[in-house]
């Protein structure tokens, strides 16, 4: 995703989305969390990997930082980032909807972890997808 590779130009962090039809349990974040586990996300080396995280057909959204980014940025930051999504996801656009999330993430990153020279991108930029209803 082109907002995914624009996002983490600046930063040493890391972002991933992730879709899937259904929400495992009840609770979104509890499924970002355990998702961003599956993604080995709390494997990099400052702890600020993020996740967004989309049941499509449950209508549930998360975002979830490691303990690295999140300490910087604070719940509040994080709340605000699912009320721009819910905004645009409300009003059908999906795409915009993603792209404004993971820029926001983007520049918090940054702000927080810019880029080093000898930078490598820890993680996948590819959207991970769960199981589908098909």
Known sequence: MAAIKEAETNTSGEIRVHLEDRCKG????????????????????????????????DHKIAVWGDEGIHTKVGQNF?????????????????????????????????DNFPYQTDDKNELSDDISYGESDA
């Not at 980032?81 to 645009?88: D, G």
Request: proline share 2%; charged share 30%; net charge negative.
């Open 26 to 57: 009840d609770d979104p974040i509890k499924r970002a969390i355990e998702v961003f586990g599956e993604l080995h996300m709390h494997e990099t080396e400052l702890r600020n990997g993020v996740i967004v995280y989309v049941a499509i057909k």
């Open 78 to 110: 994080w709340d605000d980032v699912l009320k721009r999504m819910t905004k645009y996801f409300q009003a059908g656009d999906f795409e915009t909807g993603l792209s404004e999330a993971i820029l926001m993430i983007g520049d918090k990153l940054k």
